[in-house]
Nanobody
Framework: DVQLVESGGGSVQAGGSLRLSCAAS????????MAWLRQAPGKEREAIAG????????YYTDSALGRFTISRDNTNNTLYLQTNSLKPEDTARYYC?????????????????????WGQGTQVTVS
């Protein structure tokens, strides 16, 4: 199984930045999709950024495009989300998620059901 541990959340003022990290362990997959998702109080969990391990192709929702950057470091099995120009509406608990080996995630990275492995989340609060 895959274990995921997020870190890097916190409280920031609007316009600030945070770098979220997700340390992955317990596997040796070569082709997989990973994603960052978030859930605000009273709202459904939503995917905001995804990345395919095969070529590091990155995908974003409109709310993240231009402000957030997803990346990964294969040497230490860590996924990152650089968040810039944060807004109060970005306040949420942020989760990383990991797929099992499968096809590229270009057309399905936003599907929450694709990800069997989840971290515990890290809280981001923007005021």
């Amino acid at each position: 199984d895959v274990q995921l541990v997020e870190s890097g959340g916190g409280s920031v003022q609007a316009g600030g930045s945070l770098r979220l990290s997700c340390a992955a362990s317990g596997y040796t997959y070569s082709s997989y999709c990973m994603a960052w998702l978030r859930q605000a109080p009273g709202k459904e969990r939503e995917a905001i950024a995804g990345i395919w391990s095969g070529d590091d192709a990155a995908y974003y929702t409109d709310s993240a495009l231009g402000r957030f950057t997803i990346s990964r470091d294969n040497t230490n099995n860590t996924l990152y989300l650089q968040t810039n120009s944060l807004k109060p509406e970005d306040t949420a608990r942020y989760y990383c998620a990991h797929d099992r080996p499968g096809p590229p995630c270009r057309d399905s990275w936003e599907s929450i059901s694709r990800y069997p492995y989840w971290g515990q989340g890290t809280q981001v609060t923007v005021s």
